[in-house]
């Protein structure tokens, strides 16, 4: 009974340590933000309501996502300290508990905080980006317009796209060709002087067109005035990409992964890197907890606040390693599951020898 005392006891108070942390490390970072975008929100004449509810109440939950392995680890180290400093952890494990049973509770509340932030990130926190988002390209960013010339996509694999121009307003390209290429074997070349999007119909209109298709046979053209066909593109492609990887939903993202991929379009790594930081933070912060949990568990004669400073050092530097990380994925240097994952298990490493060799 004594255990499940101690127990809820660390759960809650380990739980509660986190919200204090989070409230206040958000708070500032709001603060901040809002004395960068003020102008923007005076220039633009952002609605009161707009700002607090469509843009703060949505970018809370971002930064508590973005930053919680920071959090956690601080919240378990101001926490663990604290009891240590009052000699609460000497007279646990003089009762007879081991090190690592005193480690369990941390790791059901750091286990508690980990489904919460797969469920924000998988699916509650990709519904909130997007109002945010919204807020942000009307508000905050310039207008978006599509301002590319000569624009080559590859929309299917050996199938590749040409547009001189599109305009997002009109939703209309010009000078526009669809090649079918395999190997360095032409198949077939369309051609249209303007291509129209149709939102009823879901279909582009091409205008003054030719089909050249070459086999075997011999070559054979096609032509018209227009002609309403269904191409592997749509209007979103051309509109602006402003965080979008942040307003999937886990379902959603695998399938605009699987879009690109059929595609074979580039920047995929970007999604990937997404996907895969959405499974690991989760572990991150289980591992992060327990290193918290064995670097303050000791009373130390420089006092809480030198452990908090050492908290604070070895969060930072994880976020550094898994920021350097990210950069190499998205380069392409290295695989990107094994480069997402790397901070993680480092840390365990890490982690594993602190558990060996610092006395308790």
Not at 95 to 122: D, E, H, K, N
Not at 220 to 225: I, R, V
Not at 240 to 245: E, G, H, I, T
Request: with cysteine.
């Amino acid at each position: 009974m004594r255990l499940k005392i101690l127990d809820r006891y660390l759960i809650v108070n380990f739980l509660i340590t986190y919200v204090f942390v989070a409230f206040v490390i958000v708070l500032i970072i709001c603060m901040i933000d809002y004395t960068e975008k003020v102008d923007d929100f005076l220039d633009k004449k952002a609605p009161l309501r707009a700002i607090l509810i469509d843009y703060y109440l949505n970018l809370i939950p971002y930064w508590i996502n973005y930053i919680s392995p920071l959090m956690v680890f601080i919240a378990t180290v101001f926490f663990t300290s604290r009891i240590a400093a009052r000699t609460e952890v000497i007279a646990i494990l003089s009762s007879g508990i081991s090190f690592g049973r005193f480690l369990l509770p941390y790791m059901v509340g750091a286990s508690i905080l980990g489904a919460v932030t797969f469920l924000q990130v998988g699916w509650i926190l990709p519904i909130a980006n997007k109002v945010r988002n919204t807020f942000e390209k009307k508000y905050v960013k310039q207008e978006f317009y599509f301002s590319g010339r000569n624009v080559h996509i590859t929309i299917a694999p050996d199938v590749y796209a040409y547009l001189e121009s599109y305009n997002t307003a009109s939703k209309s390209g010009n000078k526009f060709t669809m090649e079918t290429i395999k190997g360095t074997k032409l198949l077939q070349k369309l051609s249209a002087e303007k291509i129209v999007w149709q939102p009823k119909k879901g279909k582009w209109n091409l205008q003054s067109y030719q089909v050249r298709t070459l086999d075997s046979l011999g070559e054979k053209l096609t032509t018209g005035m227009q002609i309403d066909t269904t191409i592997n593109l749509s209007p979103k492609d051309f509109e602006s990409d402003y965080n979008l990887f942040e307003t999937f939903t886990l379902p959603e993202l695998n399938n605009y992964i699987d879009l690109l991929k059929s595609r074979g379009a580039d920047g995929l790594e970007v999604y990937l890197i997404e996907k895969y930081i959405r499974f690991t933070q989760p572990f991150a912060i289980l591992i992060l907890t327990a290193i918290g949990v064995i670097v303050s568990a000791r009373k130390s004669r420089k006092g809480v606040g030198w452990q908090i400073a050492l908290g604070f050092m070895l969060a930072f530097v994880y976020i550094l390693f898994f920021l350097l990380s990210k950069g190499v994925a998205e380069a392409g240097t290295i695989n990107t599951l094994f480069a997402v994952w790397l901070p993680n298990i480092v840390f365990s490493l890490v982690g594993l020898v602190l558990y060996k060799t610092l006395p308790r």
